[in-house]
């Protein structure tokens, strides 16, 4: 049965940062990313790392965030710094298992950045 579990989310102030986690089980996974969602607003993609590495991250927020994984914990991790009040939302950890394809999505955690 595959599990994600997030961690990290707080709240904080403009300026600041905080560090999500990731963690899933019970399958491979390739491709692992975070994505958000604002009140009154879709799910939008905010960063993906494959399981060689590569990376894209949206453009909101390019310079400011970064995801890193950890293929032997299959943990993904999203460093976010420079933390801006459009980045409240409720962050959800997304893994793509190997075999079959198919995604699967955390629970999701809060993120909340005050002015």
């Known amino acids: 049965q595959v599990q994600l579990v997030e961690s990290g989310g707080g709240v904080v102030q403009a300026g600041g940062s905080l560090r999500l986690s990731c963690a899933a089980s019970g399958s491979i996974f390739n491709a692992m990313g975070w994505y958000r969602q604002a009140p009154g607003k879709q799910r939008e993609l905010v960063a993906v790392?494959?399981?060689?590495?590569?990376?894209n991250y949206a453009d909101s927020v390019k310079g400011r965030f970064t995801i890193s994984r950890d293929n032997a914990k299959n943990t993904v991790f999203l460093q976010m710094n420079s933390l801006k009040p459009e980045d409240t939302a409720v962050y959800y950890c997304n893994a793509v298992s190997v075999v079959p394809v198919k995604a699967y999505w955390g629970q999701g955690t809060q993120v909340t950045v005050s002015s």
């Open positions: 790392i494959n399981r060689g590495g590569s990376t």
